[in-house]
């Protein structure tokens, strides 16, 4: 396939050239005779000449494929090259020949054969966007998470590095990033909390302005196409395919040979859609100063295994010769990353832990991101109740002293003092100063308590508990939703969800409309993961009166999920097409969104995760069992509606685990046939 492209790539290359010769034979022919015209002549037959020969060879290629002959190993990307060059050679001295016949005839001659030329050249060049519209077809092939890049929409509304801050640190990571020599993988390691995705962001911007970055990847243990590995070597293929033509048309036909590629196990998704193509491109397009891929939170990948994987491949970059590639990654100090590493050549990476770079200058970072966002508080205080002097020093360095080493601290605690300034900063301090807790029980606990304290001991239960329900289910959703959908899976009156929510604007991201109201539609999402690990951790469970039993909240989910599919959603025909071989291309997106909403798809993608991970096991005539002999086949129709027919047969075989086999009757027959 590759040699049989190169020579139609050639054979368009030779009919452009044939094309420019005859404009050029058309001015010869009006020439008298002479030293100049004899030189153009010679000129023009070398060309014709070259052009021949082409010919004769591809006429000969040709003839030993159908005779059955071996293939001829002339065509190839090199031999291809040195034709084009040489078309280029030749038309050039064509050119020039020509300009040196200056007779009147050939004056007036030479304007229309640089009309003609020029308009030979637009054709060309529609020839080569037509190419990349080819190419951009193919590329539609890759299955992507567009959100995982630096800049998305999701990400890229994050916090980057104030100014004056992280600046030893940010300068040694360019430094790795500009020298030639140095090692390939830079890793950047911290405990949760002390700024390693603001770092990333802020080094992906900076090498995107440099030209060194070749794609970034922000995993996200909170958001469905961001926390597993599936999706990460086709978007870093996809932005690689934005950035260079050369590597585009690689993956191109990676997806012709294979157009389920992006489908694939992570080996062969890295080696066909990522090493191939930039194997396969001339070192002379790509920048001499190398390409840094950006990976952040690589420990927030749902797979152990997938993560070792993904370093061991990453480890292999050396192999490719058109582009010093390397790769920056920040992670957790969790196992399955240390084991990556540990097994990788000690000369291939340098490893920075971030609470020893930063020792010396965390706190005045810290104190700088106070003095920022206390004097935007400032700024917003319509009613003059904030001297110029609020918060004061000793405030101020209370609260800088409580947050050393955690970034996270300090960006909740603003948060939540900007939402009543006096007030809250009183709250704090005072709390603070009496208080003995550390970790992310002294980020997170303090807060709660404040927002669900009630005059009466019922109210304060009753918050605690709401507490537990919308926002406990919240942070163990695989995919965050919005609060209408919220609403519908918990089967909770929207406004409660509402009410509930806007309490805990400090520890959530929940969007609003341009006047001020919660987005009904919009996701909700956490600010830092540190958050979800404060409520789900065995390890924060004693002394905290908001930590959440995950088994229990993940059962709770399932059965919402599968008590919203038996309400009515789940049927046959589900989108009312009364045509039972009903193509999916043939209903438009949105058409399966009114029937399929977003509730119900989340339902659909994932009620058998929740109950796989809440540890339960299925038994006869138990809910799960009732909802698989009623709707299997309506969930299946379902999936296949929504794009998930690859998940049906994974999942399935997920519930397979969770199957009480001394108790099972039937529940077999329906999971294994």
Partial sequence: MEQRGALVTGMELALYTVNRLGVYTELYAQLTHSLASSNL??????????????????????????????????????????????????????????????????????????????????????????????????LAKLVTAEEAKYNSASEGAMASCLPETRTELLATINNWASDPESERIFWLCGKAGTGKSTIARSIARKLDEQGYLGASFFFNRGKDKRSHAKLLFPTVARQLADLFPDVAR???????????????????????????????????????????????????????????????LLSTIEKITSVRLRVFVTSRPELPVELGFRNMCRDLHCDVRLEEAQQSTIEHDIRVFYDTRFSEIRGNDLIGELTPGWPGEDNTQLLVQMAVPLFIYAFTVTRFISENPRKNLDLIVRQNRDSSLTGLKSTYLPILQQLVASEDDGGHESRVEDFKTIVGTTVLLHNPLSASALA????????????????????????????????????????????RDFLVSHDQKKGNLFWIDAGERHKSLGLACIRLLDSGVLKEDVCETEDYGARREALEKSSIEAYIPEAVTYACHHWIQHFVESGELIQDEDAVHEFLNKHLLHWIEAMSWLGRTSEIEESLNALKVSVDVSHILNIGLVIWY
């Avoid at 020969?53 to 090259?81: K, T």
């Avoid at 012709?256 to 080996?267: E, K, T």
């Avoid at 890295?270 to 193509?277: A, C, M, N, S, T």
């Avoid at 929510?501 to 830092?528: C, K, W, Y």
């Fill in 488 to 531: 519908q899976v918990l089967d909770i009156h929207i406004g409660d969800i509402g009410r509930t929510l806007q309490m805990f604007r400090s520890v959530l991201n929940i969007p609003q409309t341009a006047d001020g109201l919660m987005n009904r539609t919009e996701p909700i999402t956490l600010f830092h993961l540190s958050f």
């Fill in 41 to 138: 002549r010679k000129a023009l037959v070398a060309l014709y000449a070259h052009i021949l020969r082409f010919l004769a060879q591809a006429i000969e290629y040709q003839q030993n494929r159908n005779l059955g002959g071996i293939i001829q190993a002339m065509w190839d990307s090199e031999v291809l090259l040195h034709f084009e060059q040489d078309c280029h050679g030749l038309c050039a001295k064509a050119a020039e020949e020509s300009r040196l016949c200056d007779s009147e005839a050939a004056a007036q001659w030479r304007k229309q054969m640089d009309d003609k030329l020029e308009s030979l050249e637009i054709i060309h060049n529609i020839d080569e966007s037509l190419n990349m519209l080819h190419d951009k077809v193919d």
């Fill in 250 to 312: 690689g993956v191109a036909r990676a997806l012709i040979r294979d157009s389920f590629a992006s489908h694939a196990h992570l080996v062969p998704q890295f080696e066909k859609l990522v090493l191939e193509p930039l194997a396969c491109v001339e070192s002379t397009i790509m920048p001499s100063t190398g390409l840094v891929l950006v990976i952040d939170a690589l420990d927030e990948c749902d797979s152990p295994e997938s993560i070792k994987t993904i370093l061991r």
